[in-house]
């Protein structure tokens, strides 16, 4: 656990550092990010089906292709919708670690005797 002076800490209290950078994105966050990416699928689809109708008459190829989109999109956009919060490979912990490595301890009366 790291511990941190402030600068108006004088008195020599210790402050507790939480590290936050690899925590999860909160539930309402993600929620909110699905339902965006949806709704811009659905937006994206509902040009194509457009699109297919202007086009049908006046380029084929294009119609179909636009047809092929707006028939797979749906699919695609439930798919990723439902994929569900991302993996997050560990949890982080719940301070900062010292980056200096604590202070050896001197020699027992043993070793200082070996060492003679």
């Known amino acids: ?60 190829p294009l119609a179909v292709c636009t047809l092929a989109l707006g028939v797979a999109l749906p699919y695609i956009a439930v798919v990723v919708a439902n994929a569900g919060r991302e993996n997050v490979p560990s949890l982080p912990s719940a301070f900062v670690t010292d980056a200096i490595a604590p202070a050896a301890l001197p020699p027992g009366p043993r070793e200082a005797r070996e060492q003679s």
């Open 1 to 60: 656990m790291a511990r941190w002076r402030g600068p108006g800490d004088r008195r020599g209290k210790d402050v507790e550092v939480y590290r936050i950078t690899g925590a999860r994105q909160s539930l309402e966050d993600d929620v909110r990010g699905r339902q965006r990416r949806y709704i811009i699928a659905m937006l994206v689809r509902t040009v194509a089906v457009l699109l297919t109708a202007l086009l049908w008459n006046v380029s084929l």
